[in-house]
DNA sequence: TCCGAATGAGACACTTTTGTCTCATTCGAC
DNA sequence: GTCGAATGAGACAAAAGTGTCTCATTCGGA
């Protein structure tokens, strides 16, 4: 664990926290000074671009441990709703951990990250195209909205913990579940 | 339609283009100097406040359309199906309209706006609560987590109609149908 | 036309934050 | 223990935004 991982993760913590909170908070929060933090990082916009580009790092390692594009030619139905399961549960992980990168606008203006968050996004599409093509997803959305649709959820999942509403523990099941079934009763 | 209402329409429009959008910024979009700004809103704070406040107007308009608590107290389930399909959709034309207080953390913490979300989440939670014991929607996921569900779906729907993702026409139903019924191959 | 209210333009002070710089101190490898 | 790198503390300038104020102008109703 580098130096530079720390003051990142306590960043990360504070501005999950706080998503407006200053150099100065930042540097507070890390245990070092202000000057400390500014050789690391020159510019608060370059902190909150490493820090988004860990997160989207995140996504792509959960989209390569799902094997996405394997799953998608080999077309199993069973590994691909397995698969998809684990990602999701993944990304609730993530979104714990890295929520605030999902809603900070510094971040989401980023042309960088949004190209990267585009090539992404069409990755996970793919995957759920395959599982559309498997049986295993409806097939009436478009796959582009499946990634939409769970990041929103991921979203809600953070809102729902911060204030108590969810046990940490049951959040991954209850998204999941909402995810695949929606709430209406079967 | 008074001088204030233009305004705030301006600075909503705006606003959810650029939320972090300076008070010279939304003077220029409203077509009004920042010191006739300053005279209708003493303080950024103020504007979106005012703003959060009238977010929540909508939303209390429709949970007062969907006659909620009648509702809730009849259960019918015909009824209660249909007024959460016009619930939701409502919703979603909110949230193109004020799609920024989503996520705006200046209105996100406004304790004045928060226990107000506080009371509508109660209420909004006592329509899905008559929905579970009348057999429309599935049981076995906390009411206000559901609240939280739709709350991740409309910012859901409102990324994918910004990226373009999803037609407008379309999105209504797409929110709607992914709610209720999730992702997965019925 | 007249008068008062509303507005635009611009100056101003103030605050907050950022990013830079210096210097003394501390830390760690050797 | 020594030396060099890293750090903390603090000063500093610059930028951006906010909120206030003044004054001339414009607008609208009586």
């Known amino acids: 664990m580098t130096k530079r991982d720390l003051i990142l993760g306590a960043a990360q913590r504070l501005l999950n926290i706080d998503p407006a909170a200053s150099m100065g908070a930042i540097a507070e929060a890390g245990g070092i000074s202000r000057a400390t933090l500014h050789r690391h990082f020159p510019t608060r916009e370059s902190l909150l671009t490493e820090l988004g580009t860990r997160s989207l790092d995140r996504w792509q390692e959960r989209l390569d441990a799902a094997s996405a594009e394997d799953l998608a030619a080999a077309g199993d139905r069973e590994a691909i709703a397995r698969a998809i399961s684990e990602l999701v549960r993944g990304f609730v992980q993530d979104a714990h951990d890295f929520g605030f990168t999902l809603t900070d606008h510094v971040i989401l203006a980023d042309a960088s990250l949004n ?69 209406d009763a079967s």
Do not use: M, N
Request: proline share 4%; aromatic share 6%.
């Open 115 to 183: 190209e990267r968050t585009e090539q992404l996004t069409t990755r996970e599409a793919a995957l759920w195209s395959a599982g559309q093509r498997a049986g295993v997803l409806r097939d009436d959305v478009p796959p582009r909205w499946i990634c939409h649709a769970v990041y929103g959820l991921l979203v809600a999942g953070r809102e729902a913990s911060r204030l108590g509403d969810v046990a940490p523990r049951e959040l991954a099941d209850l998204v999941l579940s909402t995810f695949l079934k929606g709430v």
